[in-house]
């Protein structure tokens, strides 16, 4: 009888390590044969945490739209968080954002994103070449795309916002009316969308309060200083709009001590216009 439990004993012990065995290997036959669920998570984590060189690394290997999109996203936070304009920084952002575009066109980020390396490097190479190189209508056809398949998206509504008044801003009123259909109460209008469809988006405000100082401070301070406040209360999700977040606290505190001056500048600087 002993003899007979034991085996038994046996019998179910062997049982549950084959189980066992079982669902481990089927674990790792799933994970072989889906690396894009992990490798989509892995850019983005790496982003959020402002591992920028890492994230794009990351979106690199998965080579999916979506992860190539974090990386466009990636490189777009170095260039604009640093010190002085960078073109090359942002035709790396325009390539990763074409990549993320070619595999796959349903989403809006990298539509946003090429919209705004485009916008970015018109900045640094001036009016006339970015108008020969067709700067602002790909811009525009970018964030219609964006627009298209995400009516919504609160970062896409605020590009087009931010187009709308710099196209404005570099051309006069008429002229951008009549060539690209760009009008300033557009591009406020559309900024207010953004606001109500993500109301913890801080970084929007903050680019409502670059785009409408860098075109009329002076008619525009009230709004501009009501919406640089509306960010004191809104937390960061990312390292990125962590930064962002200073930066616009520190542009609300010169409009306090009315250091039109000094707040006109950083705004320009801000804004990636070479000084």
């Known amino acids: 009888m002993a003899q007979d439990v034991s085996r038994e004993t046996l019998s179910a012990k062997a049982r549950r390590r084959f189980r066992r065995l079982v ?15 992990a490798a ?12 920028y060189e890492e994230a794009i690394k990351a979106g690199e290997a998965a080579h999916t739209g979506q992860s190539l999109a974090v990386a466009a996203r990636a490189a777009f936070a170095e260039a604009n968080l640093s010190e002085k304009p960078c073109l090359p920084c942002l035709e790396r952002v325009e390539g990763y954002a074409r990549q993320a575009i070619a595999l796959d066109n349903g989403h809006p980020e990298p539509f946003v994103y090429l919209a705004a390396a485009l916008g970015y490097q018109a900045r640094i ?3 006339l070449t970015a108008k020969f190189r067709r700067y602002p209508e790909q811009a525009k056809e970018a964030l219609d795309h964006a627009l298209m398949v995400a009516p919504n998206d609160d970062w896409a509504l605020a590009a087009l ?10 051309g006069g009123s008429i002229l951008a009316r009549a060539i690209y259909g760009a009008r300033i109460e557009t591009g406020k209008e559309l900024f207010y969308k953004a606001f109500a469809a993500e109301p913890k988006n801080l ?16 008619a525009n301070s009230g709004p501009v200083s009501g919406v640089l406040d509306s960010v004191r209360a809104i937390e960061p999700r990312t390292a ?9 606290l520190r542009l609300l505190d010169l409009i306090k001590t009315n250091k039109r001056a000094d707040y006109l500048a950083l705004v320009n600087r801000y804004q990636g216009y070479p000084s």
């Open 23 to 37: 669902c481990t290997v089927f674990a790792l036959a799933v994970a072989a044969v889906s690396p894009g669920v």
């Open 161 to 170: 916002a931010a187009w709308h008044i710099e196209v404005v801003r570099n």
């Open 40 to 51: 989509e998570t892995a850019p983005f984590d790496l982003y959020k945490a402002g591992r």
């Open 203 to 218: 970084v929007t405000r903050f680019q409502y309060a670059l785009s409408l100082s860098g075109y009329d401070y002076d």
């Open 240 to 248: 990125y709009e962590g930064v962002i977040k200073q930066r616009a």
């Open 125 to 127: 190479v001036g009016t």
